[in-house]
């Protein structure tokens, strides 16, 4: 028994494995996992990235605890292969007057050890998605890069143009733009046009940057 399998099974006060009849180990009731599906749909939903995370830790867990139940039925189908072969009925005559042995089952391959996975292997498939949730900081929020974020300021710039042409842009400033962040719709507060100049050159280059790396990819 592989020393990784103690992790998962019921142990006495002794750490010895406690068996059941068969003689075979225990389970340990199975823990709340999760699946990459459930981190998909935390992504599509733009949820925290520290609720992705944890989420993904449980899909690390839930790997685990696969891992386990493919040994525990090792272990019993290794036993069932076992009592099988050991009662197998005398070898008999054929016509032949040859002795013939009954078959003997094979035995099952015993799985690898148990591989590791962190954090980072599970969420690696999803990193750009994550990386846009997560998008630019500014003012200590985290503006998500979203086609609507990237609207919203368009919208803004259009509406600053005319307030120029207008004479009026000491009426524009201060203005709230509402943002898309991993946290839901949070209010970035841009006092002049110096700082809502900086804001949108900082999302269009990190929105340019993310879409040149998933071409990359």
């Not at 733009?46 to 090792?74: M, R």
């Not at 609507?148 to 000491?170: H, P, T, Y």
């Amino acid at each position: 028994m592989t020393s990784n399998f103690l992790n998962f099974i019921v142990l006495d006060e002794n750490n010895a494995p406690v068996l059941n009849e068969q003689g075979l180990p225990q389970l340990l009731p199975r823990p709340a996992t999760k699946t990459t599906k459930d981190i998909e749909r935390l992504i599509a939903l733009n949820k925290p990235v520290e609720v992705i995370n944890k989420f993904a830790e449980l899909v690390c867990l839930g790997e685990q605890w696969d891992w386990a139940q493919s040994y525990q039925n090792y272990l019993v189908e290794k036993y069932e292969v076992e009592q099988y072969n050991a009662n197998l009925p005398e070898p008999i005559e054929n016509d032949e007057g040859e002795l013939v042995e009954p078959t003997k089952m094979e035995m099952p391959a015993e799985p690898g050890d148990l591989q590791e996975v962190s954090v980072n292997d599970v969420l690696a498939p999803y990193q750009s998605k994550i990386n846009k949730a997560i998008g630019i900081g500014f003012k200590g929020i985290n503006v998500s890069l979203t086609e609507a974020n990237q609207n919203g300021l368009s919208a803004l710039k259009s509406a600053l143009d005319l307030a120029i042409e207008f004479g009026v842009k000491d009426q524009f400033f201060p203005i709230n733009f509402n943002a898309d962040t991993p946290k839901g719709t949070q209010i970035v507060k841009l006092l002049d046009e110096d700082e809502f100049k900086q804001f949108g050159f900082n999302f269009i280059l990190a929105r340019k940057s993310l879409f040149e790396s998933k071409a990359e990819s």
